[in-house]
């Protein structure tokens, strides 16, 4: 069940751009990663990864994760369902928009950056939010 997010908590994930992905791994322990990511028009959260990483195929088998974004003591938590995006010209297009939040520059034409993502290996997760925490 998608959530709506809270005018005060969207902002506060808009305001920053790090996080720590949490994903299951096959075992059942927990794996983290630092993520890079932005929160998209729809509310979902989208970050770039490669396909060959742990928290990509963590969460291609097992798509409930969170992200909880820090700030000193003050977090916000997302729980959601993550989905895997390989093909393009959605791939290019998300991480495009990902790429330009990350850097602070201009957006890269995505049709550019296709083979360097292909070379990568890279591709996109996107994190449609079923619980949203905030501690302050």
Excluded: C
Excluded at 60 to 72: E, F, I, M, N
């Amino acid at each position: 069940m998608t959530v709506e997010w809270d005018p005060q908590h969207l902002a506060y994930a808009q305001a920053h751009i790090w996080g720590v992905l949490a994903t299951g791994r096959a075992d059942g322990s927990p794996q983290q990663s630092m993520i890079g990511y932005l929160v998209d028009d729809d509310g979902r959260i989208v970050i770039s990864a490669k396909s060959y990483t742990a928290k990509w195929n963590n969460a291609a088998r097992q798509p409930k994760v969170s992200l909880t974004v820090p700030d000193g003591r003050v977090h916000l938590v997302v729980y959601g369902d993550a989905e895997t995006i390989t093909d393009d010209p959605q791939r290019a297009e998300l991480t495009a928009d990902v790429f330009a939040v990350l850097s602070g520059s201009d957006r890269p034409d995505p049709a550019s950056i296709v083979t360097m993502l292909d070379e990568q290996q890279r591709t996109v997760l996107r994190i449609t939010p079923t619980k949203i925490i905030f501690h302050e």
